[in-house]
């Protein structure tokens, strides 16, 4: 089974509305990263929460984490058709150690105009 | 300026024939990655490097070599490539500073077909 997984899988909303992905992850970590790739690019990385943070802003995107439960969120607000991506978690491999990342699959997210 | 290129961008290859991707970097990172993407397996870590003169195996590395010549380049190779080598190849750089948290840059991607 996977180490870090994004769900659901796949997602469909329309423009203007908001929509959430979590993330649930089964190591210790230092830190949890958020990265999106559109289609025919690379991930870019959109947030990253250190595992002291329970919350994390960037623009309209907002990244929760529970270490308690080891899942976090990210959450966009008045959604963009170019906000259409697939969206990933990963986290350190072992704690403390960031030079390798552990990636989920990703959720397909549509934003529908 | 793109600070992760890859090339070439398209690549179809034949079976048993010798493929390699390059890849270079004009962020200064230390650690540069390969990984390959197939649906339903998502990104899937094959070599790393630390450094110019370093290559480490990563999670996929059968098939696959790694050359690091210099910090800013570094390279894939297939010696004898065959149809499951068929992918996207993303080329990554970053760095992890002591107490800092890494983040990976990536290139644009190298689609290779082999036929």
């Known amino acids: 089974s996977q180490l870090a997984e994004e769900n659901p899988w796949a997602l469909s909303v329309h423009e203007g509305e908001s929509v959430t992905v979590n993330c649930s992850y089964k190591t210790s970590i230092t830190a949890l990263q958020w990265y999106r790739q559109k289609s025919g690019e690379g991930p870019a990385q959109l947030i990253l929460i250190r595992s002291n943070e329970r919350e994390k802003r960037n623009g309209r995107l907002r990244a929760t984490l529970d270490t308690s439960s080891q899942s976090s969120s990210l959450s966009i607000t008045a959604t963009r058709c170019e906000d259409t991506a697939v969206y990933f978690c990963a986290t350190d491999r072992n704690v403390g150690d960031n030079s390798k990342l552990i990636w989920g699959l990703g959720t397909s997210l549509v934003v529908n105009p | 300026e793109a600070a992760v290129t890859q090339s070439p961008r398209n690549k179809v290859a034949v079976t048993g024939g010798k493929v390699t991707l390059s890849c270079n970097q004009t962020?200064?990172?230390?650690?540069m990655y390969w990984y390959r993407q197939d649906t339903g397996h998502g990104l899937r870590l094959i070599h790393y490097s630390y450094g110019a003169g370093s290559t480490e195996k990563g999670d996929i590395p059968d098939g696959y070599k790694a050359s690091r010549p210099s910090q800013e380049n570094f390279s894939l190779i297939l010696e004898l490539a065959t149809p499951s080598q068929t992918s996207v190849y993303f080329c990554?750089?970053?760095?992890?500073?002591?107490?800092?948290?890494?983040?990976?840059?990536f290139g644009p991607g190298t689609r290779l077909t082999v036929l």
């Open positions: 962020n200064n990172h230390n650690n």
């Open positions: 990554a750089s970053g760095e992890e500073l002591g107490g800092r948290y890494a983040e990976q840059f």
